[in-house]
């Protein structure tokens, strides 16, 4: 989900990845899915086993044909993993599932099939091809990152965007969330990232300069948001209407829930009266 950004065709998106990890753009755009969902596809090559990040928005014809391009290449689906619990990435995985027969792994208990869950830490291994779960709490409190230690390269949900910023939904936290960016630029950092692979929009081949990106301009929608407090601004609609004045008012909504992960960040820290 983002802020701000127009909706531009998927071009150059669907079919977008590496030697490991391929888009299969769903068709949902939309303001806040941008394109659409990115599922991707991720196998060792030449193996016979792939494993599916977020199927995306349970729409059949994009199930049939995720389901398809991993046959076309003697491939079979043996894991269904989500980033996070949101509609627009979970919702094809029970139909996914039945399609293929393959266990969905998510943190949250709830989107679970099967008997396997997720956890921050685990190394999944499908076919030779290891995928490691990195805890990225903060646009949800589920919210995972998995990467491609062989590639050089990290699945980033809607933790990081391929165009605008993320927002932080209800059940997130912005104090969460700044931890999990600077987790990953520090891992971008150690690993020589290559590109970050994101939940909706292109693929990011600067990884360090995207995060040091979001990380400033979390800390300037901070300020603003300050900066309304002080101007007498109390109620997270007013607070929108003077820092998001230059966004689609279509966004204004969900401006309101990261302007609500704001205040209470900033009460956690002391500087606003718990509200
Ligand atoms: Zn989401």
Redesign the pocket.
């Known amino acids: 989900?983002t802020a701000g950004t127009p909706i531009q065709a998927g071009e150059g998106i669907d079919g977008s990845g590496t030697s490991r990890a391929r888009c299969v753009l769903a068709p949902n755009p939309s303001l806040m899915t941008l394109d659409g969902t990115n599922t991707w596809l991720v196998a060792e090559p030449g193996s016979a086993a792939v494993v599916v990040i977020d199927p995306g928005p349970d729409d059949a014809g994009h199930l049939q044909r995720v389901t398809t391009l991993a046959a076309e290449r003697g491939q079979r689906v043996t894991d269904i993993v989500l980033?996070?619990?949101?509609a627009?990435?979970s919702a094809g995985a029970p139909r996914l599932a039945e399609l293929t027969g393959a266990p969905v792994r998510a943190v949250d208990p709830a989107h679970r099939l099967g008997s396997e869950g997720l956890t921050a830490g685990d190394v999944l291994d499908s076919g030779g091809c290891e995928l490691r779960v990195i805890a990225t709490p903060g646009?949800?409190s589920d919210?995972v990152c998995l990467q491609i230690p062989a590639d050089g390269v990290v699945l980033t949900?809607?933790t990081v965007l391929g165009r605008g910023t993320?927002?932080i939904?209800d059940d997130g936290s912005l104090g969460d969330y700044l931890d999990s960016l600077r987790r990953l630029r520090a891992l971008a950092e150690e690993t020589g990232l290559s590109a970050l692979l994101p939940?909706h929009g292109p693929l990011l081949a600067d990884a360090p300069g995207v995060l040091d990106f979001y990380l400033t301009h979390r800390a300037e929608r901070l300020d603003e948001v300050r900066a309304a407090l002080a101007a007498g601004d109390r109620s997270p609609a007013e607070i929108v209407a003077r820092v998001y004045a230059a966004v689609d008012r279509a966004l204004w909504p969900f401006a309101e829930s990261s302007v609500r992960a704001q205040l209470r960040y900033l009460s956690e820290q002391g500087e606003v009266p718990a509200g």
């Open positions: 989900m980033t996070h619990r949101h627009d990435h646009h949800t919210s949900g809607d993320a927002v939904s939940g």
